[in-house]
């Protein structure tokens, strides 16, 4: 059990920070010590205990508290009102029950066992460079699944967990000098905001980024800031668990590419699916083995076509966003670019945030696009926006953008 690790860690140094968030400072006894009590006050009667996440060291502490009872427990965000709970998908061994929507914008739950996390927490210390001397940052969205298996894997480590909250990124660069941060854990939209600071004198050594694709540039402002980093982007999904990864100059080399089969896992590729057999995949998907996203393999290297909804069919010809917009990222002056359907009409727009001042942007990236991809695959449109949205764990809300895309837009 990940809870029975944790318990360990606090006889071994209980005095050791396990948890800093803000002012408050938890030390592994003092968690072990609130673990049992909150363990104590379960109703064992439920059967399913939800907890929403507006305190990131009380969620750890409920839900590790349900470990130690064996129940099952899903992390809501702060403001979600209610969940219908479809208790069919639940197996016998559930612990964790994660929220995910995808890129459909409409909520469901993936039950995790103890094992589909626990069995790759020491594949994780080996690949990222994480270890029981690390303190790691994580940002408070903790039902975020990807954020949250950050946290137990830091706290099964050993090490210290440094959480923080979106609003004060501008501040990140002091609570990592004050609070050691050697390594974190960020999205690609907040490891931009990373990259925008002074870290000159930070120890970061590993940063670990997931859950949208990191861009080559991205990667690069990253490797040059942080020369002796080990910079690692994974791929995986709530349902399938780890997938692969690739690490420094593969990234930046192999920008369509989502590198290599994380240990343990087998990946192939049937239907043009990605298709996955490991010991990370909750059990309802044990059989099925793909979450329908696209694409093949080049070499050992993965190339993500993209997910489904994130696949586009015009005139019999096969449009992949993710090509368009790692297309749009090769021009300089492009920050972020998204590609989209309108709910209605079904027409396509790349959405792109720019470096430079608004101007004749979209029309020097529709020129480039024009100069560098087939005629069939040009969107319809490219709209220049402030910033792309995203949702309190960083992802892209496809579901905002593709309503912005009913608006009237210009045809460049």
């Known amino acids: 059990m990940i809870v029975d690790k944790i318990l360990h860690n606090a006889h071994l140094f209980p005095e050791k920070a396990a948890i800093i968030y803000g002012m408050q400072v938890l030390s592994y006894e003092e968690l072990s010590i609130s673990i049992e009590r909150a363990a104590d006050k379960l109703n064992l009667n439920k059967s399913v205990h939800f907890i929403r996440n507006t305190d990131p060291i009380q969620t750890l502490i409920e839900l590790l508290a349900v470990n130690a009872k064996s129940g099952r427990g899903v992390v809501l965000p702060s403001l979600f009102d209610e969940f219908t709970l ?6 016998k061994d559930s ?20 094992d589909n996390w626990e069995l790759a927490f020491k594949h994780q210390s080996e690949v ?7 303190n790691v940052f994580i940002i408070d969205a903790l039902s975020y699944s990807a954020n949250l298996n950050a946290a137990l894997h830091i706290l099964w480590a050993g090490g210290t967990l440094v959480i923080d909250s979106l609003k004060n990124a501008r501040k990140w660069n002091e609570i990592f ?17 990373l990259i925008e600071q002074d870290l000159s004198a930070s120890r970061l050594k590993s940063l670990v980024t997931a859950g949208e694709k990191l861009s080559g ?82 070499g050992n290297r993965l190339i993500l076509q993209g997910r489904t909804g994130r696949f586009f069919n015009r005139r019999a010809v096969n449009i992949y966003a993710q090509e368009i917009e790692v297309m749009a990222l090769k021009l300089a002056s492009i920050k972020d670019a998204i590609l989209v359907k309108s709910e209605k009409g079904g027409k396509l727009t790349l959405f792109f945030t720019s470096k430079e001042s608004k101007g004749n942007s979209e029309i020097k990236l529709f020129e480039f696009l024009r100069a560098n991809l087939p005629v069939s695959k040009i969107p319809n449109f490219v709209r220049e926006i402030d910033q792309i949205p995203h949702s309190n764990a960083g992802k892209v809300d496809f579901k905002a953008l593709s309503k912005m895309s009913n608006e009237e837009i210009v045809l460049i």
């Open 217 to 298: 540039n991205s990667a690069k402002k990253v490797l040059e800031k942080f020369p002796n980093i080990k910079l690692t982007e994974y791929y995986g999904a709530a349902e399938l668990g780890h997938i692969t990864y690739h690490q420094n100059d593969d990234i930046v080399n192999f920008p369509f590419s989502v590198g290599e089969a994380f240990p343990g896992v087998e990946v192939s590729i049937i239907n043009d699916k990605v298709n996955v057999s490991s010991p990370y995949i909750s059990a309802k998907y044990k059989k099925i083995g793909t979450v329908n996203d696209l694409g093949y393999f080049d």
């Open 86 to 91: 479809n208790d069919d998908d639940c197996s």
């Open 95 to 114: 612990f964790i029950g994660i929220l995910t929507s995808g890129t459909t914008g409409e909520e469901h739950l993936i039950w995790k066992s103890n």
């Open 128 to 134: 990222f460079g994480v270890t029981m001397n690390d």
């Open 177 to 193: 000098l004050t609070h050691n941060v050697s390594s974190c854990f960020l999205v690609p939209s907040h490891c931009n905001l």
